[in-house]
């Protein structure tokens, strides 16, 4: 039976709050090798974020277009705040041209849908039954379409390659448009970046985020190609 579920509303949507049921949160178990239904969670979860996709958008209203419309003003706004704390090295020269152009690419082509927003790798458990399943609390709004996607694989970048490309070819069924590693590379910099500008200067946070924009330099090729490299050559 599912428990007694409260909707409150917030800026953001609608976030389910119940008590939390006790399973496994499935990012935590992910990296272990021995899970009997590794393949089939990851076709499970990807069904399931395509199946939510496709549902009635009742956040669409008035202010929606923003997400899209502004996305590259907000781009432009975040870039500024942390354009002296990123490092002046060769290999970052093309890091601000990179996240623009992947921001106009996306306001393009960008569709939006219903989206577990920030909540969705945390409300992801995994049962005794090796099933998976959403647990509480939630949240349900809109967002950009596949961005679920993008922030799963931002919690899995430093597991197993091959469970980060399995999950892309299984939400897309081995048909991955261009456009989205465009919306993939710009989700997984902003990221960053805006914890990076939330940090306290010469804090071990801020030292931790400049390496992890390291690591996203090396990913897009020193910020040449938005396909990161673990999926184009592994």
């Known amino acids: 039976m599912l428990p007694g579920v409260k909707w409150l509303k917030t800026s953001e949507g609608f976030l389910a709050l ?3 049921r006790a399973y496994t949160p499935y990012f935590q178990l992910l990296s272990e090798h021995n899970l009997p239904a590794r393949f089939e969670n990851i076709v499970q979860l990807t069904g399931f974020l395509r199946l939510l996709q496709l549902g009635d958008n009742v956040f669409s209203n008035g202010n929606s277009h923003k997400i899209v419309d502004e996305l590259e003003q907000r781009t432009l706004s975040l870039i500024k705040s ?4 990123v490092p002046q090295k060769a290999r970052y020269a093309r ?8 921001a106009k690419s996306i306001s393009y082509s960008g569709r939006l849908v219903l989206s577990l927003g920030p909540f969705a790798p945390g409300c992801i458990a995994y049962t005794e039954r090796a099933a998976l399943l959403i647990d509480f609390p939630f ?3 809109e967002d950009l379409e596949h961005s679920d996607l993008c922030r799963l694989l931002f919690v899995l ?11 892309i070819d299984s939400y897309f069924n081995r048909d991955v448009p261009c456009q989205f590693f465009s919306l993939l590379a710009h989700q997984h910099i902003v990221f960053v970046l805006e914890a990076l500008r939330a940090s306290t200067r010469g804090s071990g946070r801020e030292s931790y985020l400049l390496r992890e924009f390291e690591n996203l330099s090396q990913e897009y090729e020193r910020f040449r190609s938005p396909v990161p490299h673990w999926y184009k050559y592994y």
């Open 157 to 167: 970048r430093k597991q197993y390659v091959q469970d980060r490309q399995c999950l």
């Open 95 to 102: 890091w601000q041209s990179f996240l623009l152009q992947n």
């Open 139 to 141: 949240l349900l709004s």
């Open 82 to 85: 942390v354009e002296e704390r």
């Open 18 to 20: 119940s008590e939390r």
